[in-house]
């Protein structure tokens, strides 16, 4: 999305675009733009967005977020169990 080295930012709405047109899903990497702009990822269009929040003066961890739109558009998903104690042996 945008780099402290170079200064740039990218046009990630376009890039977005580009890259569903091609059946591809979109992971921004928000770490370096979040502390400067808002983020709004409906009008971003990402898939997945992650950035670590200690970059806007908040606690050592990071945040995760993700549409539902590839979860719906994959049937791999769908067959994921997700009990507590199914993987242990």
């Given at each position: 999305m945008a780099s402290n080295a170079l200064?740039?930012?990218?046009?990630?709405?376009?890039?977005a675009r580009m890259a569903h047109a091609a059946g591809a899903e979109v992971f921004l990497d928000a770490v370096h733009y979040a502390p400067h702009g808002a983020l709004d990822?409906?009008?971003?269009?990402?898939?997945?967005?992650?950035c670590s929040v200690t970059k806007i003066f908040?606690?050592?961890m990071g945040?995760?977020?993700a549409s539902v739109r590839p979860w719906k558009r994959s049937s791999h998903f769908a067959r994921i169990s997700f009990q507590p104690g199914a993987d242990e042996n």
């Open positions: 200064g740039s930012i990218v046009d990630v709405k376009e890039v990822v409906q009008d971003l269009d990402c898939d997945y967005l992650v908040a606690p050592h945040l995760f977020g």
